[in-house]
């Protein structure tokens, strides 16, 4: 599924979730712990990553009804496209992510909220794509390159885990005494140090290096309050 088709059918479960809810009182989420799951799209913001869905996982802690803390857990594997040789390998990333949120009206059925924190990324480049090294071979004799071989053509690859930082800002909707539904953007800020190098009878060719992993996300989370 491609992120235009999350993000129409994410706007059309927010809608109906407005919609339809009931208006019960929500309970103060002060001393309340909260557990979540959600789903969502994530957009990098260099164009060698491909958009992906992101699956992940949340437990929060109320302090006052205006303040919250999340531990937050997500996975994404996204395409890394190394030009001109086309799709190299899937980059699977893995976060953990510390947030301090503020709510506002925290007495109103939707309530919005914004935070920020502070996040460690584990990073993993998958094998090397077959269609990649064809590619390389077949620009290799198109350049005027006689007997290429494929054993003749190395890709050499490092991939660093890193820290990170974010910004976020959604609205939490309650339509049940101790559920509730999150709608949220989130802006987060990576840069490990990725690097692709192909070569080519010791020649070096033009890849990848230094590529960051900046991206947006937008979820939707069912939290249950205990």
């Known amino acids: 599924m491609n992120t235009r088709k999350i993000l129409i059918w994410t706007g059309l479960l927010v809608i109906m979730v407005i919609y339809f809810y009931q208006p019960v009182l929500a309970d103060d989420t002060q ?3 909260s557990v979540g799951l959600n789903i969502g799209a994530v957009v990098p913001s260099e164009d ?3 958009s992906e869905v992101a699956l992940g996982v949340q437990l929060g802690y109320g302090f006052s009804p205006y303040f919250e803390t999340r531990l937050s857990y997500g ?3 996204s395409d890394l496209t190394a ?6 390998a899937k980059l699977k990333m893995s976060n953990v992510g510390l947030s301090a949120v503020v709510k506002f009206m925290p007495e109103k059925k939707i309530v919005p909220y914004l935070g920020a924190g502070i996040g460690y990324y584990f990073l993993d480049l998958g094998k090397t794509d077959s269609k990649f090294i064809n590619n390389v071979k077949d620009r290799m004799e198109a350049a005027g390159f006689e007997d290429v071989d494929k054993d003749e053509i190395f ?3 490092s991939v660093d885990n890193t820290f990170s930082y974010h910004a976020l800002g959604g609205v939490e909707i309650f339509f049940l005494d101790r559920i509730s539904l999150q709608v ?11 690097s692709v190098t ?3 009878r010791e020649e070096r060719l033009d890849n990848i290096k230094n590529l960051d992993v900046d991206h947006f ?10």
């Open 198 to 200: 192909t070569t080519f």
């Open 75 to 77: 996975h994404v594997e």
């Open 184 to 194: 949220e953007g989130k802006y987060v800020w990576a840069d490990p140090d990725i």
């Open 155 to 157: 890709v050499n690859r």
């Open 48 to 50: 060698e990553l491909s």
């Open 217 to 226: 996300q937008v979820l939707v989370r069912f939290l249950l309050y205990f």
């Open 83 to 88: 030009p001109p040789d086309g799709e190299l």
């Open 31 to 33: 001393g309340r712990f």
